[in-house]
């Protein structure tokens, strides 16, 4: 019997637990003995992303091109979605958005060093890059803390958090609606596929209702091959310019945007959106991602902001 325990204890995986597994320019991560996904940060990257995401029960809920190279099927538009990213359009006019190819007038965002990586009952990553010019001159230096939880049902969550401050001068920050922290979905949750459909705080439904408005979260749920389930983005009330925008599309990019307050917006509440940072100062973005089972009823993301916020 005794050995019978120990054999047991050998195969069966531990669960609440997040572990990562370090190599010279990805980190694995997995959240109670399975893969979650994967940290990027090469230095033949243009800027660092998180890919695939996956469900508790391995539903990979991000796009895989362009990133994996057999993707039958997939859609092949903007290969500038890469999993999950951090990016954003013009800075000092620098384009650190469309910058899977970099180019006259493209940024790179470039890994300086890893700072931690401690697994447990919560995972942190913490990492420093810089936001480089055609040049190679810094603009931005973003200290990322990524912080990813075990324990929480059959949801997966983690947090995102970027301190991005104005290095060799002010930075301006210009008006757009491309960026900024985002992610691509797998093809079959999009409304275009009339697979899935997004839902913001205020309850309005579909891109049409959720596109450029001000919300706390929104969540894209509906059904990869039969099953139910979501990805919910949530901003932090400690985020700048809360509550974000969302430049969420029907095709399946999914992101908040703080930046656009001219170009998303509509009517009166259209205002100028251009943000100059100090050399010196900081501006904080801060999100949670929660993947999960079910509706957006069901999975109870108005509650779960509330627990964050």
Known sequence: MRNLIACLFLTVPLLADVKFDRKSDQIDVNIDGTPFTTFYFGSSLNKPYLHPLRAADGTIMTRRWPIESDTAGESKDHPHHQGVWLGEKYVNGINFWENSKL?????????????????????????????LDPN?????????????????????????????????????FGDTKEGTFAIRLNDKLTEKSKG?????????????????????????????????????ILNSSGSFRYPTRWHSRDYGLFAANPFGEKEMATGKESKEGNYILDSGKSIDLKYRVIVHPGSTADAHIAEEFAKYK
């Not at 060093?113 to 990492?127: F, H, P």
Request: aromatic share 8%; net charge positive; hydrophobic share 35%.
């Open 136 to 172: 190679g001159k810094p603009v931005l230096r973003e200290d990322r803390r990524m912080t990813f939880y075990s324990g929480n049902g059959q949801n997966r969550m983690f947090d995102f958090d970027a301190r991005l401050t104005a290095v060799n001068g002010p930075v301006n």
């Open 196 to 232: 899935g459909m997004m839902t913001n705080a205020d309850g309005a439904t579909g891109m049409k209702s959720v596109w450029g408005k001000p919300s706390p979260w929104v969540d894209y749920s509906g059904t990869i091959d039969g099953k139910q389930l979501g990805i919910a």
């Open 103 to 131: 180019g006259p007038g493209i940024g790179k965002i470039q890994l300086d060093k890893i700072v931690s990586v401690k697994g447990g009952k919560t995972g942190v990553i913490e990492a420093v890059f810089n936001w």
